[in-house]
């Protein structure tokens, strides 16, 4: 059986355009309204590839979907000798175009990176991105 000869997937961009205007316009429909701190290196280990100077300096509203609609997972609020650490994660999606137009025309970032701060106003809480996949989705952990 052959594929459907009225759709090209590899050469032509007028279909590729036309799904990820669609993406767009369903993260700001169904989306949240964020906030986008980039993380600047302040001073790099090299031996260690860590960085223990870093500081946020500009902030960037931009919409995002979240995925996870139950609630934050993760390991919750856990309780040890040294105090209360809240371990809460969720899983943000945002299209490359919007990333690119909003923040990454300024910054010179493709996407969003590793230590990056997304703000959630509607719980104040801040969110550090600690992976992002390859689907262009990104996990943060509360802090």
Known sequence: MATNFYFNNFSASNEQGLLEDLI???????????????RNIGN??????ADDQSYYVQTYDVEMYIKSIDGFSGDGNFMSKFGLEIRDQVIFSISQRVFYNEIGYITNLVRPMEGDIVY??????CFQIK?????????LQSH
Do not use: V
């Open 131 to 139: 992976f992002r996949s390859e689907e262009h989705t990104s996990e």
């Open 24 to 38: 767009i316009e369903a993260i700001k429909i169904y989306g949240q309204d964020m906030i986008y701190i980039p």
């Open 44 to 49: 790099l280990d090299t031996l260690y590839t």
């Open 120 to 125: 959630f106003p509607l719980n104040k809480k």
